[in-house]
């Protein structure tokens, strides 16, 4: 059971900042007790690295490994900065509720269940914790029409991709008897079930579930309403953590219960990470809301991290897990700076509202600068190190016309990247507005991101070693 510690520290976390709330008054010192519990599971957890302490547990369903432990690290990173840009921006919105960071730390811990589980119901169980945690911080601004809207959306095209999973796990177990993913595979070998076409419906049943978690195209309807109706901060956290959770349990569900029809999910990902790209560029084009902009931009990078499942190897799926901690610090960088924007009476959330901001605080445009270049993939940024390797090794595994198109992509993605650089640098302010004071933990965010952008883009060898050594041991 030692191994479960770190998801039972960050539910206790949750508890604790509920009963917290009803003594504390001052919500500050409630998210610095969650951040310490999240610290203590994090310290918890990489303590357990030792070989010796890896294993399962329930019975085989839910295992701690290096894989689980790297998507680990990005929940506590998205998770902590997460509640770093809350402490402000929540004030303003008038909602700095317990509640709401318990309810981060529940939508936490079901990611963490997930990465873990290696059972299509522990996989079920993390994902709807995750998932209704995730429905109520997307509406919890209550008197906000476009917050309502946003959950009402979300819950609903939520319970759609969790019909379509559930169908999946049902045929699955139908065709095997056995929810056990290692099981599954080999009951397909054994039985010879590898060609039946139940089989592939099943197989199609889990990427259109998972398609919907990363908002593959045409799965991607509800992410650009979502992520601009709900607050910032939540916008930062769904577009980054539980992305990589859904990421993580594709890739578990496909290497462990169905690599022997690589094959077969190679031929269904690869249009879809084509059409993602294509789509994601395209419409973030027109986008005048900075939100709905990153909404776009974060399904063409879906795109691109879908690229690196189709080789089927290691290696390309290594580079994969490398581009999603990449994405993670410097989206969430980008979205820190955008919580930087709202004021009292200003939403901020236009890209408008960006205009002349360099010579209010040129430092917050620098480092908003160094996040839209990184996004667009300019070396020597991370963004551009973690493109690099998911495409040299498509393009090793013959996916060359994929990969000109993703390039082709790319470079019109520069083109809305820049574009808030172009307001930021050379447009003057619409209307006057205040100097941004920085609060010293969005100061922290900053420095973090926006240095491990730096370093990541210099050293890239640092992040892949971390990544390789966590998958393949």
Same mark, same amino acid.
């Not at 310290?43 to 295992?63: A, H, K």
């Not at 498509?394 to 082709?408: E, P, S």
């Given at each position: ?41 994090? =310290? ?171 908002? #593959? ?43 022997? #029809? ?33 909404? =776009? ?29 990449? =994405? ?11 919580? #930087? ?15 002349? #901001? ?40 013959? =996916? ?74």
């Amino acid at each position: 059971m030692r191994i479960l510690t770190p998801e039972l520290i960050m539910i206790g976390t949750g508890l604790a900042v509920l009963l917290l709330d009803l003594v504390i008054k001052k919500k500050e010192a409630v998210a610095f007790a969650g951040i310490l519990g999240t610290l203590l599971s994090a =310290y918890y957890n990489f303590s357990l690295m030792d070989p010796v302490l890896s294993g399962t547990v329930f019975q085989g369903m839910f295992i701690f490994d290096g894989y689980a432990s790297f998507f680990k690290l990005i929940f506590y990173i998205t998770v902590i900065i997460t509640i770093l840009i809350s402490l402000k921006y929540m004030d303003i919105e008038g909602a700095s509720l317990g509640e709401y960071y318990a309810l981060l730390f529940f939508a936490t811990s079901g990611m963490m269940i997930m990465v873990g589980a290696i059972d299509l119901m522990v996989l079920y169980l993390g994902l709807e914790l995750m998932a209704l945690s995730l429905y109520i911080l997307a509406g919890i601004l209550r008197n906000r029409r476009s917050s309502n809207e946003a959950a009402i959306k979300y819950f609903f095209l939520g319970a759609f991709s969790s019909a379509f999973l559930l169908y999946g796990i049902a045929l699955a177990y139908g065709l095997t008897g056995t929810t056990n993913l290692y099981e599954i595979a080999a009951s397909l070998n054994g039985l010879k079930l590898v060609d039946s076409p139940v089989t592939l419906l099943a197989l199609i049943f889990f990427v259109t579930a998972f398609g919907f978690k990363i908002a #593959l195209v045409p799965f991607h309807m509800w992410a650009p309403d979502v992520y601009e109706g709900a607050p910032t901060s939540i916008t930062a956290f769904m577009s980054t953590g539980p992305k990589a959770a859904a990421f993580a349990v594709m890739g578990r569900v496909f290497f462990s219960a169905f690599g022997a #029809l690589q094959l077969q999910w190679s031929m269904i990902l690869e249009p879809l990470a084509m059409v993602t790209i294509a789509v994601g560029s395209i419409l973030a084009l027109s986008q005048t809301n900075i939100k709905r902009m990153l909404a =776009y931009s974060s399904i063409a990078h879906a795109g691109y991290a879908v690229i690196g499942f189709l080789p089927g190897t290691q290696e390309a799926f290594a580079a994969t897990l490398n581009y999603l901690m990449i =994405y993670t610090l410097m989206n969430l960088g980008a979205f820190t700076v955008v919580v #930087l924007m709202r004021r009292e009476g200003i939403t901020g959330d236009s890209i408008q509202d960006f205009a002349g #901001l360099a010579k209010k605080n040129p430092l917050v445009s620098a480092l908003m600068l160094i996040f839209m270049f990184s996004l667009t993939g300019i070396p020597p940024l991370a963004g551009f190190i973690g493109k690099f390797y998911i495409f040299m090794e498509a393009i090793k595994a013959g =996916y060359t016309n994929l990969i000109i198109i993703a390039v082709i992509f790319s470079a019109v993605s520069a083109f809305f990247y820049l574009r808030i650089v172009v307001y930021m640098y050379m447009k003057e302010p619409a209307a006057e507005f205040a100097v941004v004071n920085v609060p010293n933990a969005v100061k922290l965010t900053l420095a973090f991101t926006s240095i491990m952008v730096i370093i990541l883009g210099i050293f890239p060898s640092l992040l892949l070693k971390f990544v390789i050594s966590s998958f393949m041991g």
